[in-house]
């Protein structure tokens, strides 16, 4: 009950194109969902995040949809360019638990000229 | 402002040695927790530390313990290290929950 799961596993989008990263869980106490860009040899930056409330929630050409009924949610980059070419990780966490995050197992993307 | 800054960035211990790891949270954050990330996977939870007390604890063996410190500066200690035990550990720190967490860069170990 307290997996994450994510796919694909690898994807590969032309420069300019859109990038779609999936997930979904089964703990209904997640209440919040980051992703996470990690480059090799790097830790997890946070990109965005969302809340439960919201069914999507945009910050340049990152844009997360959620939806709750179908316990899934998922990552857009828009205008995908080379420099996005890293792993991409979600999470959840259950925050009235506690911060403890529960990861997804990555999507490594690159984006080809 | 400075983000998480782990030390060391690398180290390389033998089968049974014992390993110390420390993070300097964010300046204003208050929580720090450990992550373990091996190889080709997610980051997997280990503790979490808010206010000099442990919020949670992860699947790990006793092995491994951790504490905070009145500056918010966190260790991980990991005792009997196994071969498993290689892997990337990660802090990050927040300022409680709920609350982004902001990771370090990591500390690789390897272990021989």
């Known amino acids: 009950q307290q997996q994450v799961k994510q796919s694909p596993q690898s994807l590969i989008v032309q420069k300019g194109g859109i990038s779609i990263i999936n997930c979904a869980y089964e703990n209904t106490a997640f209440d919040y969902f980051p992703w996470y860009q990690q480059f090799p040899g790097k830790g997890p930056a946070l990109l965005i995040a969302?809340?439960?409330?919201?069914s999507e929630k945009k910050e340049g050409r990152f844009t997360i949809s959620f939806n709750k009924s179908a316990k899934q949610f998922s990552l857009h980059i828009m205008d995908s360019q080379p420099g996005d070419s890293a792993t991409y990780f979600c999470a959840a966490s259950d925050t009235g638990g506690g911060n403890k995050l529960t990861f997804g197992t990555g999507t490594q993307l690159k984006v080809e000229l | 402002d400075a983000g998480v800054t782990q030390s060391p960035t690398h180290l390389i211990k033998t089968r049974g040695q014992h390993v110390t790891l420390r993070c300097s949270p964010i300046?204003?954050?208050?929580?720090v927790s450990w992550y373990q990330q091996v190889l080709g996977q997610g980051p997997q939870f280990i503790f979490q530390y808010y206010e000099k007390e442990e919020r949670g604890r992860g699947n790990f063996p006793d092995r491994f313990s951790a504490r905070q410190f009145p500056n918010y500066s966190s260790e991980l200690n990991v005792n009997a290290l196994l071969l498993g035990d290689s892997a990337l550990y990660l802090c990050?720190?927040?300022?409680?929950?709920?609350?982004?967490?902001?990771f370090g860069p990591g500390t690789r170990l390897t272990v021989t």
């Open positions: 969302i809340r439960p409330d919201v």
């Open positions: 300046s204003g954050h208050k929580s």
């Open positions: 990050a720190s927040s300022r409680g929950r709920p609350d982004g967490q902001y």
